[in-house]
């Protein structure tokens, strides 16, 4: 059998896999909280890798390594901001989430629980919250179809057109039947193997060039400053790396799994094994740029210098390290990355349609079973819009993530963490802060001058802050009400 029939062998066991997981959950799925939130019985092991899955993208194996490979440690300051930031969200965000949530009218999605929580009944807040979700998920799912794309071509010499539609083929199909308990399931396969690959293929390369020393004399004959994190690296660089941090308190499809826990006390479990998962998928990503200077090198297979190629070290070393069936997993890690993303981003995408908009503004009294049916056509229908916004291939996927995470951040993570640890927060203040933080994150972004000194989540976060803060006050205090359920929330995540 050729090497490409041992990997097309691979991909669909894994496809197979995937589909059947979904078929799985779809005969588990009944209700529309079941099909958008699991009934709130999610395990805090599936939780926490199904947060790290959906959160990492093809940027943990694409992006990540590919910035590494080009440009060295210095690139690693995004790794440390986002284990920190990624801590802090379990820690401070998780088990008052989760607690709130139920108390706050049993909110299933971001936006309504924000709307609940302050007692905005003139809607505005959701609305607001809802369109900026759809509006830079355009991008986020974007990068991912890009990657998936990218995936292919890099891998078997397809189309990037055709690599596309068959990953969000996929994504679209286990999504569509079996909703959040099977975008869940397959988020902890994907994040398993995820981690196991990108463990395996440093590994595997540093034993072929004949142990750490050798490897590392390689990195340092071919640039001195690879292997340094602080010469040559501006403040700001730094600043703005660690700054990826601050947007883990602001992504709708991240968050969405503590609301699905099954008590608030289980997010210091699903904090343990989601740190733990995180730490050593980031290094082993790291890892991969670092020994990809090397073992291509030694191997006589050097990338160019451009972004979008240097993103397939990964792939390129999978496929030289392994038998091609074992190389056929390594390249199924790489969608399993892209695929766990898309998937939660569509699922959030399709909830603000049905439920954030359509649900609770326009339509009230509306049957589980027909607002299943309508969550399952939202899927299709945003993943279609998507994929026509990834066929022209814009930009790298670092730089498609960046924005989009940026984007939730600043708009989201303010507001979020006031809801959850300050009373006096209005829904007035909320609003202000949502929208200065999103508006400040497109204009930063779009302009070049801008971006370039300093990543847009920073301005648009403390902008966020200081608005909803100094709007808050004011406006007038929040009712005794909302300051009683602020009390329970508080005690119901110590519980």
Known sequence: MSSTLWTILALVVYFVAMIAIGLYAFRRTTSHEGYMLADRQLHPFTAALSAGASDMSGWLLMGLPGA?????????????????????????????????????????????????????????????????????????VSSGMVAGGTFFQATFGTSYLTGMLVVSGVVVLYTFVGGFLAVSYTDVVQGLLMMTALIAVPIAAVVSLGGIPETMHIIEAADPQHLNMVEGVAPVAIISALAWGLGYVGQPHIIVRFMALR??????????????????????????????????????????SSKQAAETVFLVMGKMLFHPFLAGVVLAAVLAAIMSTISSQLLVTSSVLVEDLYRGIFKKGVSQRKLVLLSRFAVLMVAIIAALLAIPRYNTILELVAFAWAGFGAAFGPIVVLSLWWKR?????????????????????????????????????????????????LTKPPSLQVMEEFEKAVEGSRQ
């Open 68 to 140: 590494i490979y080009i440009s060295g440690l210095c690139e690693a300051w995004i790794a440390v901001g986002l284990t920190v930031g990624a801590w802090f969200n379990w820690k401070i965000v998780a088990p008052r989430l989760r607690s709130y949530s139920v108390l706050a009218q049993d909110s299933i999605t971001l936006p309504t629980f924000l709307e609940n929580r302050l007692h905005d009944s003139s809607h505005v807040l959701r609305i607001c919250s809802g369109l900026v979700i759809l509006f830079f998920f355009t991008f986020y």
């Open 263 to 304: 008590s608030a006390r289980e997010a210091t479990y699903g904090r343990r094994v989601g740190i733990s998962w995180m730490a050593l998928s980031i290094l082993g990503a790291v890892a991969t740029g670092l020994v990809g200077v090397a073992y291509l090198q030694a191997n006589g297979h050097e990338l160019t």
């Open 425 to 473: 927060l209005t829904a007035k203040g909320a609003i202000a802060g949502l929208v200065t933080g999103a508006v400040v994150v497109a204009v930063w972004g779009f302009t070049p001058a801008l971006s370039s000194m300093l990543y847009e989540i920073v301005p648009g976060f403390f902008a966020n802050l200081l608005v909803a803060i100094i709007v808050s006050y």
